[in-house]
């Protein structure tokens, strides 16, 4: 579906019943999360009808607005009629959906390059299941629609009490608007569905976050620590839109205070912070990673971080040049050979023990070194270890080569 393909998407509030909480997915209400996503798939508008002038559409005007998407209270189904125009396409979301952009099915038959209307399935046994109405024997609707908006002038023909979701879907269908399946496991995995309640949620999340926060392969000791550390705090730390520069200067505050108390004569402590620094920053990454990830794979292209481990590098050079003693050329061999030994190993994340190819791992080191003996120590001790794991991974890779 391209960024031209939908004037509009029309959410349907319901309000919970007295005493029961809204349910929420990353701090998200399902209208929420369908706003959302009609803005990363381009929608303009956002037609908004039930709970007219009440709390919850006023939360939904303001996240609307800040994304730029022009916010209207329609009073039924009626008035939806009434302001779409024939040649604008029209996003229909169901009540309660939770939809995720990265569970849009794309590709030149569906809602992707060609941006045709249609309406989303699920096979009949797993929707029905799952909270999704029947279309017929083999499918069920999966809560989403797009349809031309004149079609959507058949409401005037409804009720003004009628369900303008389901209204449409049986309209698109009844004009032979195509179907196209969404993937079931969309709906396990969180990213695709209706919550039951709030133990749902929940597991929601949780496996969200767990399908987001796994290493890849090859990963760095410390990037297998971040993203347990995200993983430990779910779902409410992915949901803050300031998780990510909260953790971020967390993790570059520590490089001058490192640095810091290396040139106070305090090593251990100026090396433990380095050791801190490089698993924040990784969960940092991590972090945005995850938040970027439930606007899917049509979403603005998103700046690249990573070149910010450099800062690590230069900052683990400073503070080992400030922590030996010596002329010049003492204080900065060490810590150059410790830098070139850590960089001059193999680019294969298959490669064995590449997880000990770790900055943080290497400023630990330090600081113990440091300890026992003296920072200078600790520096030749990591970069004997790095030049080591050079030496083994070359030997297990030439053979493959070799054959």
Not at 92 to 105: C, H, I, R
Not at 244 to 255: C, D, E, H, R, T
Not at 362 to 372: D, N, W
Not at 377 to 384: D, N, Q, R, S, V
């Amino acid at each position: 579906m391209d960024q031209a393909s939908a004037h509009a998407v029309l959410v349907t509030l319901d309000a919970p019943a007295p005493g029961e909480t809204e349910l929420r997915v990353f701090d998200r209400t399902a209208a929420e999360r369908q706003v959302e996503c009609a803005a990363a798939l381009g929608c303009r508008e956002v037609w908004v009808i039930g709970a007219r002038g009440g709390r919850q559409a006023i939360a939904l005007r303001h996240l609307a607005e800040d994304l730029g998407l022009r916010f209207r209270e329609l009073s039924g189904p009626h008035a939806v009629a009434e302001v779409a125009m024939p040649g604008e396409r029209v996003l229909v979301f169901e009540t309660g959906l939770m939809p995720e952009l990265s569970a849009w099915p794309l590709g030149r038959d569906g809602f992707g390059q060609t941006a045709k209307e249609g309406v989303l399935t699920f096979p009949a046994d797993i929707g029905v299941d799952a909270g999704f109405e029947r279309i017929d024997f083999a499918r069920s609707w999966a809560g989403a629609l797009l349809i031309p908006g004149a079609l959507i002038a058949r409401l005037r023909d409804l009720p003004e009490d009628a369900e303008a979701a389901s209204a449409l879907l049986r309209i698109a269908l009844q004009a032979g608007i195509p179907t196209y399946p969404v993937d079931p496991a969309r709906m396990q995995d969180g990213s695709w569905f209706i919550p039951a309640d709030a133990a749902a949620v929940r597991t929601a999340e949780q496996n969200w976050l767990s399908r987001q926060t796994i290493p890849p392969q090859g990963s760095s000791l410390s990037a297998r620590i971040a993203s347990q550390v995200v993983r430990w705090a779910g779902a409410p730390l992915i949901a803050r839109r300031g998780a990510f520069p909260a953790v971020l200067a967390s993790a570059l505050l520590l490089l001058p205070l490192g640095i810091w108390l290396c040139a106070d004569a305090l090593a251990v402590a100026g090396f433990g912070a380095l050791a801190l620094a490089a698993p924040l920053l990784e969960a940092a990454f991590m972090v945005r990673r995850s938040q970027g990830a439930r606007l899917g794979p049509l979403a603005t292209r998103r700046r690249e971080w990573r070149w910010l481990r450099g800062l690590l590098d230069g900052a683990l050079l400073l503070a080992g040049m400030l922590a030996i003693a010596g002329d010049p050329v003492e204080q900065i061999f060490a810590p150059i050979v410790l830098l070139a030994a850590f960089h001059a190993g193999l680019p294969d994340a298959r490669a064995p023990g590449q997880v000990l190819r770790d900055r943080g791992l290497a400023a630990l080191v330090v600081a113990m070194g440091a300890a026992v003996h003296s920072a200078q120590a600790g520096i030749m001790i990591a970069a004997l270890g790095f030049l080591a794991l050079n030496i083994l991974q070359l030997r297990k890779s030439r053979p493959a080569r070799e054959g």
